[in-house]
T-cell receptor
């Protein structure tokens, strides 16, 4: 079974600052995928970034990067130069397959608020 | 290209009734997954369908069921509704199960009274 832990229920950050959202995972699977999703108040889950367990390089997508530390079982999301539109809930998730966003296990989420 | 469409967006039902929720995936997507989101339990996986076959099922009672049609549209059904079934039900689609990006709909918010 997989488990995702997000220890920051809420975070407040000044606009243009960088922010790191923490995520640790627990899995017995040899290969797995790690994901970050953003959920604005509209409810839709927006895919941000993916890291496969065998990927040696940290994933990056524009202002988003995933700080993957396999030995520590952590997959923190880093948002550079935060914007007001980044205010939302952020969920870390894992999949029991290195390929595929199937059967996702989500953490409890972090509510990020960007202050002007 | 239209996104994932879930209907209805909002629904109010009475305890004991049954409900059917619909999900139309992005055109060309054949993999559909369903999730339940509640304040207490968070986001939990319900089922996954690919080419009309259920590939995975989450840890939910048999009152929760689903199916996928030949056009990849999916429905989920909850029978004998309980107050605890009140939740946001989210559907996600991807071209096939091995895709690492799943596109979510805006969800159906079900309230059971």
């Amino acid at each position: 079974a997989q488990k995702i832990t997000q220890t920051q229920p809420g975070m407040f950050v000044q606009e243009k600052e960088a922010v790191t959202l923490d995520c640790t995972y627990d899995t017995s699977d040899q290969s797995y995928g790690l994901f970050w999703y953003k959920q604005p108040s509209s409810g839709e889950m927006i895919f941000l970034i993916y890291q496969g367990s065998y990927d040696e390089q940290n994933a990056t997508e524009g202002r988003y990067s995933l700080n993957f530390q396999k030995a520590r079982k952590s997959a923190n999301l880093v948002i550079s130069a935060s914007q007001l539109g980044d205010s939302a809930m952020y969920f870390c998730a894992s999949s029991p397959h290195a390929q595929g966003a199937q059967k996702l296990v989500f953490g409890q989420g972090t509510r990020l608020t960007i202050n002007p | 290209k239209a996104g994932v469409t879930q209907t209805p967006r909002y629904l109010i039902k009475t305890r004991g009734q049954q409900v059917t929720l619909s999900c139309s995936p992005i055109s060309g997507h054949r993999s559909v997954s369903w999730y339940q989101q509640t304040p207490g339990q968070g986001l939990q996986f319900l089922f996954e369908y690919f080419s009309e076959t259920q590939r995975n099922k989450g840890n939910f009672p048999g009152r929760f069921s689903g199916r996928q049609f030949s056009n990849s549209r999916s429905e989920m059904n909850v029978s004998t509704l309980e107050l605890g079934d009140s939740a946001l039900y989210l559907c996600a689609s991807s071209p096939k199960p091995t895709n690492t990006e799943a596109f979510f709909g805006q969800g159906t918010r079900l309230t059971v009274v």
